[in-house]
Nanobody, 125 residues
């Protein structure tokens, strides 16, 4: 059974930075999709960034490009999301997600089978 545990959420001012971590365990395949999603109250869950654990190719939402960086060095290291130049619109509950897959990882929530419990990021103006 795959378990995902996020941490690193924080309250920061606009322009600040936060690094989220997700420790993943219990997955077996060599090629996996890992992704970060976010969901603000009253809004749909939105894909932010994804990475394939075998090919290390990444995929970013338009809102994240140039500001956010997703990374996972190897099977033993956590999944990270480095977020720079944060804006109040980035305020949300951020989730880590996983699914076994051999290809470019999509940013659609329906693709992912496993989810963490979320970590809150709040950006004040």
């Amino acid at each position: 059974q795959v378990q995902l545990v996020e941490s690193g959420g924080d309250s920061v001012q606009a322009g600040g930075s936060v690094r989220l971590s997700c420790v993943a365990s219990g997955y077996r395949y060599s090629s996996n999709c890992f992704a970060w999603f976010r969901q603000a109250p009253g809004k749909e869950r939105e894909g932010v960034a994804s990475i394939n654990s075998k090919y290390y190719n990444t995929n970013y939402a338009f809102s994240a490009r140039g500001r956010f960086t997703i990374s996972k060095e190897n099977a033993k290291t956590p999944l990270y999301l480095r977020m720079n130049n944060l804006k109040p619109d980035d305020t949300s509950l951020y989730y880590c997600a996983h699914s076994p897959y051999d290809g470019i990882c999509p940013l659609a929530a329906t693709h992912y089978a496993d989810w963490g419990q979320g970590t809150q990021v709040t950006v004040s103006s």
